[in-house]
């Protein structure tokens, strides 16, 4: 199942899913959205992506705080 940003909140509150494979699907979501970005993508679009990938990170923070505030300090 492929999963989007709007799934977050639901991938951060699956009981039967360990932290790693939440941690993982999020990150894959990140890439994604970087990976459909191309040389030709509007100033906007960054923004978006950007903002997407900080939600994403503050999702990992709920699941993990030590790897979720690493990956928003690299993120500055």
């Known amino acids: ?14 009981k039967t899913w360990g932290n790693k494979r939440k941690i993982d699907t999020l990150l894959e979501i990140d890439c994604i959205m970087y990976c459909n970005m191309g040389k030709d993508s509007k100033k906007t679009e960054r ?6 990938s900080r939600k994403i990170y503050n999702a990992i923070k709920q699941i993990d705080p030590q790897t979720g505030i690493k990956l928003l300090q690299a993120m500055d």
């Open 1 to 14: 199942m492929s999963y989007t940003i709007d799934d977050l909140e639901k991938i951060v509150n699956y």
């Open 47 to 52: 923004e978006i992506t950007r903002k997407n």
